[in-house]
């Protein structure tokens, strides 16, 4: 067990957990400070999430969405980065614990983000799919992939329907999202490469609980986005509500059971078992309250940001789940430890809405910008060049550009591997 | 269980197993025949065996060396893939069994290739890495990668250095290059982004049984290797007999021990299980001995290609275990089936040698061709363009081009993420 005391230090340790799009820009933030930054992440990469489905979906590969952390920072000489996952905080003494090792703060900076929710729902957990890890989206993939092999070689009518039905629970812009490229997997499929197969043996259903897809955004919008899932093919059901599933059949509270072999579940989030932990006030799905400094009440060297801090805004709604609030509270947090050090009154955070978009596959997009809303072609173009420029590292960019071009001008999917998971 | 018996097709059925580089030429030859093709595979898609060092040193990514069976054969029409494992073959009722089903050949073409030889030693098998398959090359790449990130935290000089030993057994192609890829990913990573380690920390061997390395190719192009290596800092061991491994310490037959954490087994290879069991005469490693027409002796509608075959060349050697060969061989098995149904004689497989190359990392190659030996940077060239052209698809070209001259520019390995395996 190795122990860095922080008081070794010659400067201020500030520790940052989690390496998505908050923590990140903390990183960043604190660049030019005389701080000695320490990341620490379960992973080696920082994860482009927004593009997860695409991963999912063979239009991107793993590593187009991925991007090591060391090589973002290698240029930032106060930065260190610790591969692990931190099993305990504990605030009086001001430590992390990894395994085989602590770690002392000055400040810490809690980003680590969101999980997948089940609601306490077991079925879910064992049998469905989620998506919101690199692992989630290769798993995904290559299940989907699977399900037509199997289809092809199956003689069972009823098995092979359950094959190639495919279930998207959740109708916020993930389950839009991933449905639209779902469908679009399945007819590249079903036209090009899997003749024993035709279209009429393929289901694919989105389920919402409530009676309106993509509930942040104006109706105008949402319908738009119906219009176009009803029209690539994707069977939208309101008022779904999903009781069980045991990985063949999809129990519903006001209908009948729904035999499928594929059911992602993409209709709850919640933070971070670390976040989940540690002591302070959540609200109902585990994030921590913080005040509008973003430091966590009664820690004031602790801060929390992004997907795992729940802050309300000038409406008196909570801040959404979104990466534009992460990236803005990720400089916030780091701009008021800074000034914390210098012995300067700290500043409320206000957040910039940069606007929603979804993308509801191939040329067709959802965006809703300072009051203005845009669908169709030119929102989707509008999204590609965000989500392009987004991307960390410049050959990534490239790299994915070339991928979106091919697909667009071939309409191939060019990741159809089932790999390595 | 689903049987279709091959009586029930109006065409002549031929069954091809394995979609290595042999069994893709072998589909291919068959396009514009009378015939109905079913190829079988454990995965869906062909694998670019030559590149999967790379993957494994974070130099490509795993879908650029993998391509869709599928899509490479979605114009053909009298082709049929099944993915799945062929568990038994009957040659005297010409069926195959794979799980759930049977499938009924009138001409089968083994082209299952090789797997790692481990020569009974359970200790390699256990603990040793190999590098034949996708899964191999990311599993690898994972682990080395973590090693970088397990040192920079390990305070026990003894662990930290068995930690960044890194040890490659067999020095023929396969080995010099992985021995040469690793160097380059550890030099990297050192310069540019483990501030915490140095040089002196990290050891590199390659562990040859032998005295010499490359032993398919002239002295004086193995002696360059041998320097190109040295340079790199690759200690190269000759004489080295492993004994056994247990993912610490490697035992030796005439020296010390070695503590490493990192073992790669590059030293030996036999043919595919399905090969193994069935009824013909094998030679030491379990090739299938064929006759010059390809066919297996007893069995004249079973053809076995490529790795999986030893064939006497015309000096009386068996032909080598290379993509050539099995590129050959499968176009040649495709012929004199087509042969067989025409009632004409069968022609016998004559080997084009289009020479031997191997490449020692950046920029320096040994090309041996007609005769001729080149070495150094021009060779290196010539080994570049002769893999590009031969990757499967414009994009995966396209996107390797990329990868490699982002390499080149920026001394960058790119796709250094510990992912999912």
Known sequence: MKTIPSSQRSQPHIVIVGAGFGGLQAVRALAHAEVKVTLIDRQNFHLFQP?????????????????????????QHNFEFILGEVQSIDPVTQTLCLPGQQISYDYLILAAGGMTHHYGNTT??????GLKSLQ???KLRNHLLRQFEKACQETDPDLKKAALTFTIVGGGPSGVESAGAISELVQLLLRKEYRCLDAGDVTILLLEASDRLLPNLPADLADFALKTLREKGV?????SQVRSYDGKQVMLANSKPISTHTLLWQ??????????????????????????TLQVPDSPNVYAIGDGAALLDEHGSTLPMVAPVAMQQGVHAAKNILRQLQNLHLLDFRYKDPGMMATIGRKKAVVHLKGLSFKGGFAWLVWLVVHIMQLIGFRNRIVVLINWAWDYLFYEKTVRLIGPE
């Open 136 to 138: 989630d989206a290769v």
């Open 124 to 129: 879910l957990k064992e049998h469905a799919f």
């Open 51 to 75: 593009l997860l489905y695409q991963v999912a979906t063979a239009g991107l590969s793993a590593d187009e969405i991925a991007y090591p952390i060391r090589s973002i920072f290698q240029k």
């Open 267 to 292: 209709a709850g989030i919640q933070a971070a078992e670390i976040l989940q932990a540690f002591p302070a006030e959540k609200d109902r799905i585990q994030r921590i309250q913080v005040l509008p």
């Open 235 to 239: 069977q939208v059901r309101f008022d």
